[in-house]
Nanobody, 123 residues
């Protein structure tokens, strides 16, 4: 069982930036993708961004395109989500995810989930 732990959430003013980090306990060469979901109050959980672990190809949902940047450090087994120009509607619990199965980069199916970190954007 892969353990994922998120860091970096908190309270931020609108217009600010935040970088979320996630560390994975996965053994080397067992991860195909990592990504970030978010869930806002009263809304369904949505995939925000994903990254191919080997080639660093990236995918962004419409809600994340332009302001979100996903990156990874394969040596540290970590994935990051930089969020710029934060908006109140970005308020959500952000979940780190990883996948040990080869799938399309935009697939919403992932094999492991973190517990989530709260991001709150004040107006």
């Amino acid at each position: 069982q892969v353990q994922l732990e998120e860091y970096g959430g908190g309270l931020v003013q609108a217009g600010g930036s935040l970088r979320l980090s996630c560390t994975s306990s996965a053994r080397p060469y067992t991860t195909y993708r990592m990504g970030w979901f978010r869930q806002s109050p009263g809304k369904e959980r949505e995939l925000v961004a994903a990254i191919d672990w080997r080639f660093a190809d990236t995918y962004y949902a419409n809600s994340g395109e332009g302001r979100f940047t996903i990156s990874r450090d394969t040596d540290k087994n970590m994935v990051y989500l930089q969020i710029d120009s934060l908006k109140p509607e970005d308020t959500a619990v952000y979940y780190c995810v990883s996948d040990d199965t080869l799938r399309s980069i935009s697939s919403t199916a992932f094999t492991s989930w973190g517990r989530g970190t709260q991001v709150t954007v004040s107006s």
